[in-house]
Nanobody
Framework: QVQLVESGGGLVQPGDSLLLSCLAS????????MGWFRQAPGRERELVAA????????YYSQAVKGRFTISRDNAKNTVYLQMNSLKPEDTAVYYC?????????????????WGQGTQVTVSS
């Protein structure tokens, strides 16, 4: 089974940018659909971005649309989440997830593999 390791989190100020990376232990090209979730204290884990989305190619939640971009480098088995114009409400633990089944999936339970998470804190 694939193992996922996130990196790139940290403490930033409002308006700053961060690039999160998710390194997979095996090839993801043609095998996995990838997503980024986040979980803030006291809140449910929510999908913020996904690729391989039927219809549009990518999915973004309303909260991050226009500010976050998901991409992947299949040669490096790596998925990225570029986060721009960060806001305090973006503060959360961000998780990379993979699913081996086709189709669009919003729910946590629809993803098969998870990373350990990386903390993003946006504060002045």
């Amino acid at each position: 089974q694939v193992q996922l390791v996130e990196s790139g989190g940290g403490l930033v100020q409002p308006g700053d940018s961060l690039l999160l990376s998710c390194l997979a232990s095996e090839t993801i090209s043609g095998t996995y659909s990838m997503g980024w979730f986040r979980q803030a204290p006291g809140r449910e884990r929510e999908l913020v971005a996904a690729d391989s989305w039927v219809g549009s190619g990518t999915y973004y939640s309303q909260a991050v649309k226009g500010r976050f971009t998901i991409s992947r480098d299949n040669a490096k088995n790596t998925v990225y989440l570029q986060m721009n114009s960060l806001k305090p409400e973006d503060t959360a633990v961000y998780y990379c997830a993979a699913r081996s089944h086709p189709g669009n999936a919003y729910a946590r339970g629809e993803y098969d593999y998870w990373g350990q998470g990386t903390q993003v804190t946006v504060s002045s």
